[in-house]
T-cell receptor, first 114, second 113 residues
Framework: AQSVTQPDIHITVSEGASLELRCNYSYGATPYLFWYVQSPGQGLQLLLK??????LVQGIKGFEAEFKRSQSSFNLRKPSVHWSDAAEYFC????????????FGRGTSLIVHP | GAGVSQSPRYKVAKRGQDVALRCDPISGHVSLFWYQQALGQGPEFLTYFQNEAQLDKSGLPSDRFFAERPEGSVSTLKIQRTQQEDSAVYLCASSLQIWDTQYFGPGTRLTVL
C-alpha cells in the first residue's frame, strides 16, 4: 500500500519569499502524485499532478513540483509567495496500475507574514 | 453543474442519531468518491462509485456507514447511530473516470455531541 509523509506541520514564510513544501511517498512502483490546496471552508483544489514524463511539473497559481524517484520525493515550490497562498497543502499518491484512489498526507499549514 | 455541491454544510447530531449527507457531483462525472477528514488530518478514503456501482468500500470504518448512488448521479452517505468519533468533515469528489482529476465539494462538517 502507498503512503505519504509531509514532515512539516506548519511553515511560516514572509510575503515575497520563496517556498518549498516537502513530500515523501512510499510506493513500490511508479506513483501518481498530486498536490492539493485547501483554504478555510473550501474544498480541496488540485494545484498540479504528475503521472509520467517530465519530472518538473507546472501547476496553477505559479506552483511547481519536481518528482525525484531516487529520493521518493515530490516537493512543492513557489518562487514568491503571496498572502493569499496561506492555506493547508496536501500531497497525495495514487498507484499506477492499481488503485488510482489517492492516499493523502496529513497536510502542511502555510502561514504568510506581511 | 458548475461544481460539486454538498448538503448540508454543517450538521450537529446527538450521539445515537442517524444522519444523511448528500453529494451532487459534476454532471457527466462517472466516478464519485467519499472521504472523511478528521481535524488536523488529511482526507481518508471511504468509498468509491463508478456510475451506480459501489466498486470499493474498503475505507468505511464500520457497518454503521452506508453509501448509495442509485441513479449514478447524486450520492448519499448515511451514518447510523452516530458516535463522537464520527465527528469530521465529509468530503465528496467526482471525476470523469477514476484516473482523472478529482473535483472536491466544500464538505459537510459533522459534529456529534
Amino acid at each position: 500500500a502507498q503512503s505519504v509523509t509531509q514532515p512539516d506541520i506548519h511553515i511560516t514564510v514572509s510575503e515575497g519569499a520563496s517556498l518549498e513544501l516537502r513530500c515523501n511517498y512510499s510506493y513500490g512502483a511508479t506513483p501518481y502524485l498530486f498536490w492539493y490546496v485547501q483554504s478555510p471552508g473550501q474544498g480541496l483544489q488540485l494545484l498540479l499532478k504528475y503521472f509520467s514524463g517530465d519530472t518538473l511539473v507546472q501547476g496553477i497559481k505559479g506552483f511547481e513540483a519536481e518528482f525525484k524517484r531516487s529520493q521518493s520525493s515530490f516537493n512543492l515550490r513557489k518562487p514568491s509567495v503571496h498572502w493569499s497562498d496561506a492555506a493547508e497543502y496536501f500531497c497525495a499518491v495514487g498507484a499506477q496500475g492499481g488503485s488510482y484512489i489517492p492516499t493523502f498526507g496529513r497536510g502542511t499549514s502555510l502561514i504568510v507574514h506581511p | 453543474g458548475a461544481g460539486v455541491s454538498q448538503s448540508p454544510r454543517y450538521k450537529v447530531a446527538k450521539r445515537g442519531q442517524d444522519v444523511a449527507l448528500r453529494c451532487d457531483p459534476i454532471s457527466g462525472h462517472v466516478s464519485l468518491f467519499w472521504y472523511q477528514q478528521a481535524l488536523g488530518q488529511g482526507p481518508e478514503f471511504l468509498t468509491y462509485f463508478q456510475n451506480e456501482a459501489q466498486l470499493d468500500k474498503s475505507g468505511l470504518p464500520s457497518d454503521r456507514f452506508f453509501a448509495e448512488r442509485p441513479e449514478g448521479s447524486v450520492s448519499t452517505l448515511k451514518i447510523q447511530r452516530t458516535q463522537q468519533e464520527d465527528s469530521a468533515v465529509y468530503l465528496c469528489a467526482s471525476s470523469l473516470q477514476i484516473w482523472d482529476t478529482q473535483y472536491f465539494g466544500p464538505g459537510t462538517r459533522l459534529t456529534v455531541l
